[in-house]
């Protein structure tokens, strides 16, 4: 809707065909004016609060065991549930990223002599390389080892160290918690914009133009970022 005309982006005539053109027009509730938003996944972690998760178990989570607070305290897989011993703050710190504990802030994620996941009072860096599909490998750095679940049996208590290989062990989905799910706000973020009319169109830059008053349409996804 533009915020001076208080007019909705309406799809002209309810057509879908390549290169309907897209204009502004008084509201009238058709599906010609409502889109859906599809977020582009990013390469790059944003700070935030998340939980992490085992991809090959997404109901089990790394959590601060027993909700202990002391240097040292084990991080094992445990069942996942929303408290705060499972969620860490993931800060960039130059080309690296910190782990903290929602739990007590001044524990970091980190590896103790043994090479288990713990949390410490010291600083510990990490790299986090999304190997796409929203599917994360955490190596210490400085460490040419990827961490990882000791044991396939996932079971509840089992504690977490370090494997030369990136195997399905190795690999973590990472969940942003921050989200509500009762908040309709849309977050900042890369966007495709979708008719409602036919989910096979988007919201496309006409030639992918730059020029100033280039026309705004509908076309066959594509992928290019002209959308």
């Known amino acids: 809707i533009s915020s001076s005309y208080s007019m909705y982006l309406d799809v002209y ?8 053109n897209v204009s502004l ?16 996944e990013d390469k790059e972690l944003a700070n935030g609060v998340y939980t992490i998760k085992s991809t090959s178990d997404n109901s089990k989570a790394l959590d601060v ?5 002391y240097e040292g305290a084990y991080i094992k897989l445990y069942n996942s549930k929303d408290t705060n011993n499972q969620k860490w703050y993931i800060i960039k710190e130059d080309n690296h990223y910190l782990i903290k504990s929602l739990l007590d802030p001044r524990y970091y994620l980190g590896l103790n002599d043994n090479n ?4 410490k009072s010291q600083k510990y860096l990490w790299n986090i390389v999304n190997t796409g599909g929203g599917i994360y490998n955490f190596i210490p750095y400085g460490i040419d080892k990827y961490l990882s679940i000791s044991d396939s049996s ?29 908040d309709k706000t849309i977050k900042n ?11 096979n169109k988007d919201i496309d830059i006409y030639g992918g133009s730059k020029l100033n008053n280039t026309n705004v349409n509908i076309y066959q996804k594509n992928n290019r970022n002209k959308r």
């Open 65 to 69: 065991y027993g909700g202990t607070e």
């Open 189 to 199: 973020g890369y966007y495709i914009i979708k008719s409602s009319i036919d989910s």
């Open 25 to 40: 027009h008084f509201g009238k509730g058709g599906t010609n004016q409502k889109y859906k938003f599809i977020k582009l």
């Open 116 to 119: 288990e996941l713990v949390i």
């Open 13 to 20: 005539g309810n057509q879908t065909s390549n290169g309907t």
């Open 154 to 182: 996932l079971a509840n208590g089992t504690v977490l160290g370090l494997s030369d290989s990136a195997l399905e062990l190795s690999k973590f989905s990472i969940i942003d918690t921050r989200l509500n799910t009762s």
